[in-house]
């Protein structure tokens, strides 16, 4: 998808289908809508007026321009974004998602969409490409019959009156974040048979090298000699050897030894049968996106190198399969973590925590002072916040703070749980100093609790995302299947960080 800007009038982008955003109850007597109704002989009146729109988020009306002769778009698609007083850049860009698929569907071509949105066109330019790129994603990969071949060759965001540089470089940006979050998607999406730990560290290498980001690949036994018990007892039951992934974003003319390093940890469970826990059948087939976490930090550390922001970044993705075999972790085990500390294993399907465990110590251990690790860890989130909130824990309520307000901007919902010392006595164990379970109360607290073992001495949050990285049901802006969520948030992040740190070396 070719992507342009401007900030001259709607009317004169050469393009098939124009989408303009509706505000709920909104008149059209003034403005863009205003002119909009002249030119196509009182056509956007007339809808409004019959109610057939009333401007409520996701509603779409749809028109051929016959005969219109001042505006280079024949085709119109009205998009409601709800209040006028509500609106901002995370809905300009569900409206953008909704156009273009919208818009797709009906064979348009090349499309212009009007969001309609004042404030900084640098943000509202990144929130609509970004839109709209996500909303061409497909889960549909291995499909071969019936496929619809539809592609939009070109995207021209009008905001008229805008700065032009920065709607430019927001537009710009959006294409870089869009792009990575589908990136995220599309690995979340591969069947476990194409996607194994191996696969994993090959991709990571591709970007590594496509991007510019420095990489090192910990084999098993590297691991070993780190003293990883943990992740490796993850990976004993499966013939595909763990991996450890270190992806690192340098900014260019950085001093060696900067004193801060922010980290992102992710979750690269390539397969989840439970092991010898073994999980029940229903469903199975989903555990495939259970290295989201993974895919998610490679999907922003994708973003970072090409965005270049001036603070360095790492990334950490332990990549594991965990299967059932005769070598496989049993439950009573114990296994000795990279820190020393000794964990029994009460249930082999509570994994995710053991491989971040040694992967948390390993980013201490290269200079990280911020960790934010992502993992699709319980199913007791879904419980708690459905598919609509991810939660957030943490020790550090400043970086628990500044990824909810992240998020905020990105249009991503996290919501805090809390950390009490208390949850961590479920986590103790008879026979070694931890446990991997924490029995059936609070199960996302007791699995921050766990990883708080291995965090401490850093700033840490973790994201638990196992209830929104896979959305059940398509929305008009996105396709079923894997949401990419937290990519947008964590580039966000990045942003205010590095904002945060220039302001203080001019203090
Ligand atoms: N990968 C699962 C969590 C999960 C469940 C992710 C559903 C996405 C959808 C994780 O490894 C797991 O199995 N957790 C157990 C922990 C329990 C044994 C303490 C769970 O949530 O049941
Ligand atoms: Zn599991
Ligand atoms: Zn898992």
Redo the contacts with the bound molecule.
């Keep these: 998808m070719q992507i342009e800007s401007t900030n001259g009038s709607y009317r004169e982008s050469d393009v098939q289908a124009l989408a303009v955003a509706v505000f709920k109850d909104e008149k059209c007597e003034e403005g863009l809508l205003q002119d909009l109704d002249s030119i196509t002989g009182g056509a956007i009146k007339s809808v409004i007026d019959s109610e057939e729109l009333k401007g409520k988020e996701g509603e779409t009306v749809y028109l051929h321009l016959i005969g219109n002769t001042q505006l280079k778009a024949q085709r119109l698609l009205l998009v409601g974004v709800g209040e006028r007083s509500e609106y901002n850049a995370a809905r300009a860009s569900q409206m953008a998602g909704t156009a273009v698929r919208e818009l797709r569907g009906k064979n348009a071509r090349s499309i212009a969409i009007a969001p309609r949105l004042e404030g900084n066109a640098d943000e509202v330019g990144s929130a609509v490409v970004e839109g709209a790129l996500m909303s061409v994603f497909d889960p549909d990969k291995y499909r071969t019959v019936d496929k619809e071949k539809r592609e939009i060759e070109k995207l021209v965001v009008v905001l008229a009156g805008a700065d032009e540089t920065k709607l430019q470089s927001g537009a710009e940006r959006g294409k870089i974040i869009g792009e990575s979050v589908n990136f995220t998607r599309d690995l979340a999406n591969e069947p476990g048979a194409y996607m194994t730990p191996t696969d994993m560290s090959e991709r990571a290498r591709e970007i590594a090298t496509e991007f510019g980001l420095t990489i090192d690949v910990l084999d098993e036994a590297r691991m070993e000699k780190e003293g990883m018990g943990s992740l490796l007892s993850v990976s004993h039951g499966s013939d595909e050897p763990a991996q450890l992934i270190i992806l690192k974003y340098t900014p260019a003319g950085a001093a060696e030894d900067g004193n801060e390093l922010l980290a992102f940890v992710g979750k690269g469970?390539t397969f989840?049968s439970?092991g010898i826990?073994l999980?029940p059948g229903d469903n199975m087939e989903?555990?495939k996106y259970?290295m989201t976490g993974g895919a998610t930090v490679m999907g922003a550390m994708r973003a970072i190198a090409q965005l270049k922001p001036s603070i360095p970044v790492l990334g950490v993705v332990p990549c594991a399969e965990n299967l059932p075999s005769g070598k496989a972790t049993k439950p009573g085990d114990v296994v000795r973590a990279m820190t020393g500390k000794t964990i029994e294993i009460i249930?082999t399907?509570?994994?995710?925590r053991l491989i971040l465990a040694d992967a948390i110590a390993y980013a201490k251990k290269l200079g990280a002072t911020t960790i934010v690790d992502m993992a699709?860890?319980?199913?007791?989130v879904?419980i708690a916040l459905g598919d609509v909130n991810t939660a957030v824990i943490g020790t550090d309520q400043e970086l628990i703070d500044e990824i909810i307000a992240a998020g905020k901007e990105a249009g991503e919902k996290f919501w805090q749980l809390p950390l009490d010392p208390e949850y961590s006595k479920q986590i103790k164990s008879d026979i070694a100093d931890i446990k991997n379970?924490g029995g059936r109360k609070a199960?996302t607290i007791t699995a921050a609790a766990f990883l708080k073992e291995f965090a401490d001495g850093v700033s840490w949050a973790h994201l638990d995302i196992?209830g929104t990285a896979w959305c059940e049901e398509a929305k008009p802006y996105r396709a079923k299947g894997p949401t990419g969520v937290a990519v947008r948030t964590l580039v966000r992040m990045v942003a205010r960080a590095e904002a945060k740190s220039q302001g203080s070396d001019g203090e």
């Design positions: 469970i989840d439970g826990s999980k989903l555990m259970d249930n399907d509570a994994e995710g699709t860890l319980t199913g007791a879904s379970v199960g196992a």
